[in-house]
Each structure stands twice: as C-alpha cells, then as structure tokens.
C-alpha cells in the first residue's frame, strides 16, 4: 500500500476552480441550509412519527447539524488560539506529540495523520477544507511534509470534494470504500429519504467544482493500510452502503466517519436524509463498539476528544441496544 501513487506527478494548481469555489461556497452553504431546513420536513421528523425508519430521538436534525456552523467557527478560532479552550488544548497537546491534527472547517472536520515524515488524509474536507488545512499544517511545522495518501470513509460529497484535488496536487494515492464508487464517479442513487442528498449532491457537484476520480485501491472490509503500523478499514453500512471506518489497533483509535455525530455532550445519528440504508445503522453500531476502543473520532463533531466521543458513542449504543430490546 506504502508504495501507491507515489510515483503520481503533483498537478499545477487550478486557480480558476479554487477561485470559483471560494466565492460560490457562502451561497451554496446558504443553499443548503435552506433545502435541509425543508429537508427537516421530509425527513425527520417529530410532527410525522409514522414515517421514521431510525429512530428520531437518537437521529440529529438537518437544522441542528447545520446550526454547529457557527459553533465550529467558534470552536476554530479557539483551537487556533492556544490557551482559550481546555479541550482545543488537548488537540493541541496531540499534534504536538506529533501524530494527529484534526483540520476543523464549518460543518465538517476531517484529519491528518502524521506516520513518520509522511502525511495521511482520513477525507479531505469540503468548501474551504484544503485552505484550513495547509494552514494547519503551516501551524504545527508539518507543511513540508509529504501527503502520501488519502483515505475515504464514504462517498458523500462533503468528504470527497477535494479528493482529486489533493491528489493529483500533492502525489498522493486515493483508497476509498468499493460500495461507494459510483459517487466518486460523480453519480449518486440513494433510496427513500435519502433521495433529498441525493439531489443536494447533484446539484452541489457542479457548482462546488467537484472533480470525479478513480481510486487506486477499492476497499473491502478488513482490508489493512499501511499507516499507523496497519490501519484497519472496517466496513460500517446503513449512512451509505460503503460507510467505513477506520481503526488503528495500536492506538484503539477508530475513525469512524459519519457513522455518528457528536456535539453539545451528545452523540446522536445523522440526519434521516443522509442515511441511505438507515435499517443498518444500528448494527454498524454495536459492530464499531465491539473493537477495543480508547478512543473515537467522526468527522462531524465538536472540538472534544477522542475519548469524550467515546464516551458519548458508548452512550447512544446503549440507548439504541436498549430499544432494539424493546421491540
Ligand atoms: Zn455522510
């Protein structure tokens, strides 16, 4: 795996795309909100218990997810701000130790780890996620480190978005869940609910600039990294059929994508319209639980750490076995 793409030549930098990028994304996250408001609608919803296939009080709200907008420039500016915020000074600590950073963009975070002298990508960000992250990197001394390659938990487009950017930028090889690559194509087909992402991508791909790629490898459930000392893709479905996480044994750390969010103390579902098979969640869940964890990481989430996400999973996993019981 260490081997992929590192021969791939660094592209020129498209100054047109980055531009037009940068001043369509206030308006297209505008955009957003306004159809996920609606969304909130059709798919959550606590006017219409009928209609749910997860359950509602687990599952976060479009309108909350996109409230933590605010919060996470919030939380930005105190992690860039040394002494501000205890938990921003936790992640501090840890990129200092030199192993992880964790690039935090409005709406979604995605990370950096740091193996060696070389540089790994868990996504890669979406509207103004490539600019956050050379700054982070500029911050922590590791801008001059190569990025090697980049892993992909699933194919929704806020991860996905600067994939091929990156890629061909820096050299870097792209492995990414098989289940998903229509979407890495540029094409998505999402059931039920879910057809409101569905349209939320086709319309966002061409105005945000997204560029399809083909991944260098296609990963399986078990398949192992070369990175951290073997880094695990463990295939977590029901958000989108390929959903994966990643676990490093080494530090019982799993990425785990979007398999939850956690914010405000509370770790809940995504929202129904961003779950393509959400009758499979549930199982995801007790599957991620049952690695030995001191830690995990999802890619919507608030500044806390790795261990305090945990400790908010573990509760949700609770609250969903307890109803599955029930039923
Ligand atoms: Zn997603």
């Avoid at 308006?27 to 909100?33: G, L």
């Avoid at 996470?72 to 938990?87: A, C, I, M, P, V």
């Amino acid at each position: 795996m260490a081997q992929l793409g590192k021969t791939a030549p660094a592209a020129e930098r498209d100054v047109s795309a980055r531009k037009s990028r940068r001043s369509i994304g206030p308006v297209m996250a505008s955009a957003f909100k306004a159809v996920l408001r609606e969304g909130r609608g059709i798919g959550g919803n606590r006017q219409n218990p009928s209609m749910r296939e997860t359950d509602v009080d687990s599952n976060s709200s479009s309108a909350d997810y996109f409230d933590e907008i605010n919060r996470s420039r919030e939380d930005r500016r105190n992690l860039f701000t040394q002494g501000k915020n205890d938990q921003a000074d936790d992640w501090m600590k840890a990129a200092e130790e030199g192993t992880i950073l964790q690039v935090r963009a409005p709406a979604i975070n995605f990370y950096v780890l740091r193996d060696g002298d070389e540089l790994y990508l868990i996504d890669a960000g979406f509207i103004g996620g490539l600019r956050l992250m050379k700054r982070a990197l500029a911050r922590h001394g590791w801008n001059r480190l190569p990025i090697r390659g980049i892993l992909v938990t699933h194919g929704h487009l806020d991860h996905i978005l600067n994939v091929q950017l990156v890629a061909r930028r820096y050299g870097a090889w792209i492995a990414a869940p098989r289940l998903d690559a229509e979407q890495y194509a540029g094409r998505s087909n999402y059931p039920g609910r879910a057809r409101v992402a569905q349209w939320l991508e086709t319309f966002g791909r061409p105005i945000l600039g997204f560029r399809s790629f083909t991944p260098d490898r296609l990963l399986d459930d078990g398949d192992v990294l070369d990175v951290w000392q073997g880094l695990r893709a463990v295939h977590l479905p029901g958000h989108t059929e390929g959903h994966m996480g990643y676990y490093s044994p080494d530090r019982q750390l799993l990425f785990s994508g979007d398999l939850f969010v956690s914010y405000r103390g509370a770790a809940k579902l995504p929202p129904d319209i961003f779950n393509s098979r959400p009758e499979q969640i549930p199982a995801s869940v007790e599957a991620a639980l049952a690695y030995d964890l001191e830690g995990v990481l999802p890619n919507h989430c608030d500044s806390s750490p790795p261990a305090e996400h945990l400790q908010r999973f573990l509760r949700l996993g609770a609250k969903l076995a307890d109803r599955r019981a029930g039923d």
